[in-house]
């Protein structure tokens, strides 16, 4: 589409390719979201879109999706990307800013059905987008956080070199829950190799780039 040129948009890694979505990819993505993403009793997210039925988690799993095409502009945008893997969609990945023509700082997010945890996915592909966000869109800094108690989360933040940033307080489950804030400075990104991004180009104005 001539007009909206993020559908042609991808980074690859040696496992995975992480696409901006097609309808049909949204579908596949949804049907994930409906068949679980953490244990009963769980909660990883801040907003707890996860408690929903199965059937709600894969409708809103959609529309999120749709508004952030919607309200995506360069004053606030959400790049989410589905996680393919071995031919199926497995996940999500997410990468966003506010003001990133002058701030240069970007966050993410992201989620992986079940039975594709464990396996080193959720590494490579936090990877992917920061290659995008430090190599492709010229980040000065990339950020993330989490429960304190998301162990899988936090390792992966480490690994890739993030450096603690704080702490802050939310409301999980009737009760105070703590998050670890994380910032990478672009001097301490260490590229991986074997990832690629494609079609970015005609994507740059429209991040005001």
């Known amino acids: 589409m001539r007009n909206w040129p993020f559908f042609r948009l991808s980074i690859t890694t040696p496992r995975l390719e992480l696409r901006y979505p097609s309808i049909e990819d949204l579908d596949e ?11 009963a009793g769980v909660m990883p997210f801040v907003f707890p879109w ?59 997010g992201s989620w992986l059905g079940l039975p594709f945890q464990g396996r080193g996915i959720g590494t490579e592909m936090r ?31 480490r690994k890739l070199g993030y450096h603690e940033d704080g702490i802050a307080l939310h409301r999980r489950q009737g009760g105070p829950a703590v998050t670890r804030n994380f910032r990478l400075p672009r001097g301490d990104w260490a590229p991986v190799e074997g990832i690629e991004i494609h079609h970015l180009g005609p994507c740059l104005p429209l991040l005001g780039l």
């Open 50 to 108: 996860s408690e929903a039925a199965p059937a709600e988690r894969a409708r809103s799993t959609v529309q999120y999706h749709f508004r952030q095409w919607g309200e995506l502009s360069p004053a606030r945008w959400a790049l989410g990307f589905v996680v393919v893997f071995e031919g199926r969609v497995v996940g999500m990945q997410e990468l966003s800013a506010q003001d990133f023509t002058v701030l240069r700082e970007v966050t993410s």
């Open 127 to 157: 990877a992917a987008v920061l290659h995008l966000a430090f190599a492709g869109l010229g980040a000065a800094y990339a950020t993330t956080g989490a429960f304190e108690d998301n162990h899988s989360s936090i390792a992966v933040t």
């Open 29 to 39: 993505l949804a049907d994930r979201a409906a068949e679980g993403i953490h244990e």
